[in-house]
T-cell receptor
Framework: EAQVTQNPRYLITVTGKKLTVTCSQNMNHEYMSWYRQDPGLGLRQIYY???????DKGDVPEGYKVSRKEKRNFPLILESPSPNQTSLYFC?????????????FGSGTRLTVV | DAKTTQPTSMDCAEGRAANLPCNHS???????VYWYRQIHSQGPQYIIH???NNETNEMASLIITEDRKSSTLILPHATLRDTAVYYC??????????FGTGTSLTVIP
């Protein structure tokens, strides 16, 4: 089944403890992206990647890192999480952009930083 | 950058057509209009997309005005399972999608 898989689904952590949220897709998509969703603010893009070793900032990149060493994986790294990063996170992937294809989203990761 | 404007919320009677409007007055000529929906806190689900022509699939129809400044998503026979937040999206710059806050559709029994 074609899908985007995020792990973990739920995570509670403490301020300053480094964490990684994994994202993997099995559709050979070039484009991958991370979003965060907060009440009243909709979905905001954190980082995106157009292919292996190519990443770029979205609208809210501060406090996050990403890497794209393999086409299928796009982990989101929080080096020193803070409470304002408590949010619902979504990973998404897509084939070539600009030709009318949309995203496939993962099921989400609910992160709480205390 | 093309962005979208949608009503915050709408109600629709079960079995009736739900018509969800979207304004995207600054859309560029090569930018597609996409519609997604999000049920509770699940990952957004693709519904339909279009460029200039009206489109229809098994889930919905998309009507785009001739000047492309607005569009309407039509759910022909809304069911309770269609209660969700619906996002109208156009590509902003490069490969970024602007989601906005969407329309919360409630289907009423």
């Amino acid at each position: 089944e074609a899908q985007v898989t995020q792990n973990p689904r739920y995570l509670i952590t403490v301020t300053g403890k480094k964490l990684t949220v994994t994202c993997s897709q099995n559709m050979n998509h070039e484009y991958m992206s991370w979003y965060r969703q907060d009440p009243g603010l909709g979905l905001r893009q954190i980082y995106y990647s157009m292919n292996v070793e190519v990443t770029d900032k979205g609208d809210v990149p501060e406090g996050y890192k990403v890497s794209r060493k393999e086409k299928r994986n796009f982990p989101l790294i929080l080096e020193s999480p803070s409470p304002n990063q408590t949010s619902l996170y979504f990973c998404a992937s897509s084939p070539l952009m600009g030709v009318g294809y949309g995203y496939t989203f993962g099921s989400g990761t609910r992160l709480t930083v205390v | 950058d093309a962005k979208t404007t949608q009503p915050t919320s709408m109600d629709c009677a079960e079995g009736r057509a739900a018509n969800l409007p979207c304004n995207h007055s600054t859309i560029s000529g090569n930018e597609y209009v996409y519609w997604y929906r999000q049920i509770h806190s699940q990952g957004p689900q693709y519904i339909i997309h279009g460029l200039k022509n009206n489109e229809t699939n098994e889930m919905a129809s998309l009507i785009i005005t001739e000047d492309r400044k607005s569009s309407t998503l039509i759910l022909p026979h809304a069911t309770l399972r269609d209660t969700a937040v619906y996002y109208c999206i156009v590509r902003v710059t490069g490969n970024q999608f602007y989601f906005g806050t969407g329309t919360s559709l409630t289907v009423i029994p």
